[in-house]
């Protein structure tokens, strides 16, 4: 996934594309570049690695005073990470430069058909092709020249397009890649996500699959497929500088995992109004959610994780089949998916490509699909034929924590939502089970006091390691896997996490002298249970950090460390029993000089398969 962003007003164009590249990073960093038109010319700049670099690069320059420019920030897809396949690429004779987030199926067969047309490539990447196909295509109408040229490529693209002979115009198109046009005072924007502009404009524009936009200073047009000019009703843009902001904190990781319980405690308050749920894209009858044959699901990484959880709880609370799938898997194993099954897609960014794909299948099938996504405008969120929305703000570190959160506590309300229409909840534990829901943000905020320092002490456990196990069962697997996931993402630790009965089919192998398993101990009904897997992997000497509730403190005392959660309810334990092991990652990473919210190989929202 790459970030592409293009300004054109009346001031210096070069600020906002490396303010913007650097709100952008999150969605890719191995490259970046930038290309500015100065009368009839197009000058571009870009470079291998963090945009530091190229910031340097321009300021070692003399200033530009260009008012129109494109840039890109990149996560290598096709062409290793280097200056020569960085964006922007310009077409043979300079005519276009481009800016490409997405993947071009077909360019394979398009380059060769331009190689035999005399053209030489410089780089190994798709985007090239676009650029020189733009310069063969061209008729000198900027709009036709880009639908021309759109209809030859397959795959997913955003574009952002800068032409020499229109040196104060920028024309975009997309498909499947996400796009938005922000305008203002301070002139015309367009980007990846609206994070990237936000404090400079107060509307954003959201064109669909296909349309064609052309950006001039004070002007922006639409055009549809048939190149009729259209209109979109703009949206008032309502986010706020502050939101890409780290405040203060170090990490936006840490900012993110301190934002958890005003995110939920926003989330929760568009869902539980006067003491009832309610959703306000998503409603069943008691007749259809009779009909509910199956709940299906499906998402990647940590959304995935939820969906875990979300497995257990949905299914103890309305006895609901509930089956859980990581996208990648669950889109080419066609899944016995039918018009009688629910399928829950959850997403943070709106934009994982796999799960894209999963929903396209559901569809396919015609079952209903229920998107659960943190980026309102995102295809995911534009795709379901319901939505809910998690409002956890925009999230820029790579980990996930206060999306994760705000998804798991949408799934108790979804929970209690299906159990009570089926008439398995009476009033009074609907009741209870909604007190409980809206009590989230103070058991974390509590949670979060009660564990933070000892998670940070305790961080000094891995940061020599280099394997970790987390073991736990039930809503605790869940939660192990997440813990999992969150270590090694940011610290590079190998992490496995595994059923706690299941260690004595293989992996106990494993566990020798001084081996780290982290054990999750809060799901109440199978602690016992667990608590007999910790006497397998001590009897082999391993060290055990143990998590679980203040009930159990007596019990996990004896192990060699443990962390104590609150007492909460046993239907959001999960909320509470992530927060240490988010603590613990940090920490451990932070010990280890990693770069935590932007680790190696990874972008915030994978958009390619
Ligand atoms: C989680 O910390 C990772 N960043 C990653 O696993 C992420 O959850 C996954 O890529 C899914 O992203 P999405 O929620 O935006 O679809």
């Known amino acids: 996934m790459c970030g592409i962003i293009g300004y054109t007003g009346n001031n210096k164009a070069v600020p906002y594309l490396l303010?913007?590249?650097?709100?952008?990073e999150y969605r890719g960093y191995d490259s970046t570049g930038i290309a500015t038109t100065q009368g009839n010319s197009i000058n571009i700049t870009k470079a291998k690695g963090r945009l530091s670099v190229l910031k340097s690069i321009i300021a070692s320059k003399k200033q530009s005073t260009s008012t129109v420019g494109i840039g890109h920030t990149r996560w290598a897809t096709h062409g290793e990470p280097s200056t020569v396949n960085s964006h922007p690429h310009l077409s043979r004779n300079g005519l276009f430069a481009v800016v490409h987030n997405g993947i071009i199926e077909n360019y394979k067969e398009l380059k060769s058909d331009l190689q035999k047309d005399g053209y030489v490539f410089r780089s190994?990447?798709?985007?090239?092709?676009?650029?020189?196909?733009?310069?063969?295509?061209?008729?000198?109408?900027?709009?036709?020249?880009?639908?021309k040229t759109a209809k030859m490529l397959t795959g997913a693209y955003a574009l952002c397009i800068l032409c020499r002979d229109f040196?104060?115009?920028?024309?975009?198109?997309?498909?499947?890649?996400?796009?938005v046009v922000c305008t203002g005072d301070e002139g015309t924007f367009v980007s990846s996500d609206t994070l990237a502009i936000s404090g400079h404009a107060d509307k954003v524009f959201r064109p669909k699959a296909g349309e064609i936009i052309l950006l001039a200073k004070d002007k922006v047009s639409f055009f549809n497929k048939a190149l009729k000019e259209i209109f979109i009703t703009p949206e008032k843009l309502t986010l706020k500088s502050t939101d890409t902001d780290k405040e203060g904190y170090e990490h936006y990781m840490l900012k993110e995992i301190m934002e958890q319980p005003e995110a939920v405690r926003s989330t929760l308050s568009h869902i539980i109004k006067n003491g009832r749920i309610s959703f306000d894209s998503f409603s069943l009858t008691k007749q259809e959610a009779e009909a509910i044959r199956g709940i299906y699901i499906v998402a990647c990484g940590s959304a995935y994780h939820v969906g875990v959880s979300g497995k257990y709880i949905i299914e103890k609370l309305t006895g609901i089949p509930t089956h859980t799938d990581i996208a990648s898997e669950f889109r080419y194993r066609n899944p016995p998916v039918s018009k009688n099954d629910l399928c829950i897609i959850i997403s943070q960014s709106g934009e994982t490509a796999d799960s894209i794909a999963a929903m396209k299948k559901v569809k396919e099938k015609g079952a209903k699909v229920l998107s659960l996504v943190n980026v309102e405008g995102s295809t995911i969120s534009l795709s379901g034929d319901y939505v809910i929305h998690t409002k956890a703000g925009p999230e820029i570190a790579v980990a996930t924590t206060k999306a994760y959160s705000c998804q798991l506590a949408v799934i108790y309300c979804l929970g209690v939502y299906f159990s009570s229409l089926l008439g398995i909840l009476s009033e009074k534990e609907q009741s209870r089970l909604i007190e409980e829901i809206l009590s989230l943000p103070e058991t974390i905020e509590a949670t979060i006091v009660a564990t933070r320092s000892k998670a940070e002490s305790l961080s000094e456990l891995f940061t020599e390691k280099e394997h970790a196990y987390f073991i736990g069962r039930g809503t605790d697997y869940a939660a192990a896997m997440?813990?999992?996931?969150?270590?090694?993402?940011?610290?590079?630790?190998?992490?496995?996490?595994?059923?706690?009965?299941e260690l004595k089919h293989g992996t106990i192998s494993?566990?020798?002298?001084?081996?780290?398993?982290?054990?999750?101990?809060?799901?109440?009904?199978?602690?016992?249970?667990?608590?007999?897997?910790?006497r397998e992997v001590k009897a082999r000497s391993a060290r055990v950090l143990a998590v679980s509730t203040k009930k159990h403190e007596h019990e996990i005392s004896s192990l060699d460390h443990c962390i104590i959660i609150p007492d909460c309810s046993s239907l959001t334990v999960p909320s509470a029993e992530i927060i240490p092991l988010q603590l613990l990652s940090y920490f451990t990473a932070l010990k280890r000089s990693c770069d935590i919210d932007k680790p190696r190989n990874l972008a915030k929202s994978v958009t390619v398969e």
Do not use: Q, W
Request: proline residues 3%.
């Open 19 to 24: 303010e913007g590249l650097g709100r952008l």
């Open 124 to 147: 190994d990447t798709d985007t090239e092709v676009i650029a020189h196909l733009l310069e063969r295509n061209y008729d000198g109408d900027l709009v036709s020249t880009v639908s």
């Open 482 to 501: 997440e813990g999992s996931l969150k270590l090694k993402e940011i610290s590079y630790i190998h992490s496995e996490a595994y059923g706690a009965g």
């Open 167 to 179: 040196p104060e115009k920028i024309v975009c198109t997309r498909l499947g890649s996400p796009l």
């Open 510 to 534: 494993l566990i020798e002298p001084g081996t780290m398993v982290v054990a999750l101990m809060s799901d109440e009904n199978v602690f016992t249970k667990t608590y007999s897997n910790v």
